[in-house]
Nanobody, 124 residues
């Protein structure tokens, strides 16, 4: 089992940057595919980015491609989401997830463990 603790959210102006971190407990972090999802007010949870256990494969939602970067440091049991050129429509609660799936998945139902969520607010 793994526990996920997120940090790094907050309030930023449009065009600004934030970096989210998700620290995992447990000794098997490097075997999990990790993902970031978000839920905006009144909307369904949506996929943002995901990364393979080695960090060699990553996927992004079209809405964030070129602006967000997912990365991981297995020695620190941490996955990151660097968010640049933020837009008001990026405002949401961001969740990191971990899955035991072998392949990188963009489907939130396939994730086994979740962080507590972290609010990101982008003002115009």
């Amino acid at each position: 089992q793994v526990q996920l603790v997120e940090s790094g959210g907050g309030l930023v102006q449009a065009g600004g940057s934030l970096r989210l971190s998700c620290a995992a407990s447990g000794r098997t972090f490097s075997s999990y595919v990790m993902g970031w999802f978000r839920r905006a007010p009144g909307k369904e949870r949506e996929f943002v980015a995901a990364i393979s256990w080695s960090g060699g494969i990553s996927y992004y939602a079209d809405s964030v491609k070129g602006r967000f970067t997912i990365s991981r440091d297995n020695a620190k049991n941490t996955v990151y989401l660097q968010m640049n050129s933020l837009k008001p429509e990026d405002t949401a609660v961001y969740y990191c997830g971990a899955t035991t799936k072998v392949v990188v998945t963009t489907t939130w139902e396939e994730y086994d463990y979740w962080g507590q969520g972290n609010q990101v607010t982008v003002s115009s």
